[in-house]
């Protein structure tokens, strides 16, 4: 099975600050890594497909990159509606798998 | 606008097969590239995805849950429909599904239903 490992598992952050978030695969991927944000209560949203590409909508503080078995999703100045848990997923494989979450508290 | 709906029981005993619905609009399975997936998350856990159909009756399921799901579409009503046996309280949890092309990813969702696997 291929396995999405997620780090860190939680953070605490302010309002403005950088935060990036790092998804590792067992096996390699290629490109084929998407980022989604979930907010409690609520399905999750696209963030980030194929890695780096960001979904329309979405604000340019977000970005992603990697490739292979190493990626990283980074939020350049953290807004208070970025609160959020946010997990990777993959889709290479004819199975798809998502990593464990991140959630991104206030400090 | 592309939208999706989940449908199904609430309350299902363990032993049963859930079967759920997902109703779409915006889009069609006589799209080339068009897919629907199968997510669920148990309360306060991860996301796990459980199955994905393609326009062209393309199937792929988790490994882990591949024995008890079975997923197949009807493109005239516009909709996927996801089957479980053997339901286990493990198997509680929101269920969504969402819409894919090619990619995988998933940039439309349903709202999510929530399943209780409960004698």
């Known amino acids: 099975d291929i396995q999405m490992t997620q780090s860190p598992s939680s953070l605490s952050a302010s309002v403005g600050d950088r935060v990036t978030i790092t998804c590792r695969a067992s096996q390699i991927i290629n490109s084929y890594l998407n980022w989604y944000q979930q907010k409690p209560g609520k399905a999750p949203n696209l963030l980030i497909y194929a890695a780096s590409s960001l979904q329309s909508g979405v604000p340019s503080r977000f970005s992603g990159r990697g490739s292979g078995t190493d990626f990283t999703l980074t939020i350049s100045s953290l807004q208070p509606e970025d609160f959020a848990t946010y997990y990777c997923?993959?889709?290479?494989?004819?199975?798809?798998?998502f990593g464990q979450g991140t959630k991104v508290e206030i400090k | 606008q592309i939208t999706l709906k989940e449908s199904g029981p609430t309350l299902v005993k363990p032993t049963q097969t859930l079967t759920l619905t997902c109703t779409f609009s915006?889009?069609?399975?006589?799209?080339?590239?068009?897919?629907v997936g199968w997510i669920r998350q148990p309360p306060g856990k991860a996301l796990e995805w459980l199955a994905l159909i393609y326009w062209d009756n393309d199937k792929r399921y988790s490994p882990s849950l591949k024995s008890r799901l079975t997923i197949t579409k009807d493109t005239a009503k516009n909709q996927v429909i996801l089957t479980m046996t053997s339901v286990d309280p493990v198997d509680t949890g929101t269920y969504y599904c969402?819409?894919?092309?090619?990619?995988?990813?998933?940039?439309?969702w349903g709202q999510g239903t929530l399943v209780t696997v409960s004698s």
């Open positions: 969402a819409h894919t092309q090619r990619s995988g990813s998933y940039s439309s």
């Open positions: 915006g889009f069609s399975f006589s799209t080339s590239g068009v897919g």
């Open positions: 997923q993959q889709t290479y494989y004819v199975y798809q798998t």
